[in-house]
């Protein structure tokens, strides 16, 4: 049996059958129908993409209301636990797990690609020492596309390899670049002896040391980080990377775009928001007039809710465990406990479970982020730093599927119409 809609047009009396695949129906089938045979095709107005599918991927599955989320069919629980980042990494490049000469051999180019031209590092050091390390790494990402011309042959299967090891491999270089040069402090080549993580923790905090070893603990919990953040299915930065990438322009430019919206306060800010909210409230025993505060419209209960998500953000369970491997070498953050006692109310008050507002990724992250001492500014590039190679699997995707098209989405024109132009002789007398 055929999966069809039919349509009826109140306008005509005509019906249309509309094919279904995939739960969906294509726009352009929409387009069909119309008033006259002058008149334009039905279009669909949908600001925001709610509810439309701009793309086939087998990148990542998230099932919101059940609290599901798949890396291609991986579910984020397993590969939190027994996985790395890298691994992660070239599972969603690649679509399946490397073997181990696979593995080793990835983790070997991409260690190896950390440096920089030493151009990129005069380039970083002409920005103002109070410059937002968002901005510094969203410019130098796009200026590599400078430094490597050729990445702009992206039908080449090799090249664009090259350019997503080099992605990878570079970007905790430029993040950890940013954080010194706010601080004021030298800029840290890589070390090729650490671990990819180790090494950003190296980049990032060493001195004067010979050598820089971070506890293996916050490398794993740093790392974990990193696998949570690694791809999220179609949110805003993807669909900037995917939208500027339709152009067929080099991966750099493309993934400069993503971290451009990923440096939204509505994206990539959250956990920020949630920490000056846990900061506001101060103590336990302000929660109580808090809670009647979000009751009554006064206050945003920020880290609950999510869009995908109507059920327990799976990624906010992981990362609540990883906040004992962290304080546990640096201490508990005293907003912990706020954090524990608000999340308690919400998952047993009736006004909460009532509207599904549950714990997001960003509930915990902020303070696992702030225990590393890292400032507020740096949490959206740490963001960054994980979700790269979602982004290149993204636009490696996009680049290889012949359904694909340069975006360019209709709209609903609201504006005048046919004016007469008065000359500015007569407009200005």
Known sequence: MTESLTVRDNRTGQEYDVPITDGTIRAADLGKIKASDEAPGLAVYDPGFVNTASCRSAVTYIDGDKGILEYRGYPIEQLAEHSSFLEVAYLLVHGHLPTKEQHDAWVHEITYHTFVHENVKSFMQGFRYDAHPMGMLMASVGALS???????????????????VRMIAKMPTLGAWSFRHAQGKPYVYPDNDLSYTGNFLSMLFKMSESKFDAD??????????????????????????????????????????????????????????????????????????FIEGVKSGNERLMGFGHRVYKNYDPRATIIKKACDDVFEVTGVNPLLEIAQELEKIALEDEYFVKRRLYPNVDFYSGLIYEAFQFPPEMFTVLFAIGRTPGWLAQWSELVTDKEQKIARPKQIYTGDRTLQFTPASERWA
């Open 146 to 164: 400078t430094f490597y011309p050729e990445s702009r042959d992206i039908s080449d299967e090799q090249n664009r390899h090259i350019q997503i």
């Open 216 to 289: 293996p603990r916050l490398v794993k919990a740093l790392d974990t980080l990193f696998i949570l953040h690694a791809d999220h299915e179609q949110n805003c930065s993807t669909n900037a990377v995917r939208s500027v990438g339709s152009s067929q322009v080099d991966p750099y430019s493309a993934v400069a775009a993503g971290i451009g919206a990923l440096y939204g306060p509505l994206h990539g800010g959250a956990n920020e928001a949630v920490l000056r909210m846990l900061k506001r409230i101060g103590n336990k025993s302000e929660i109580p007039a």
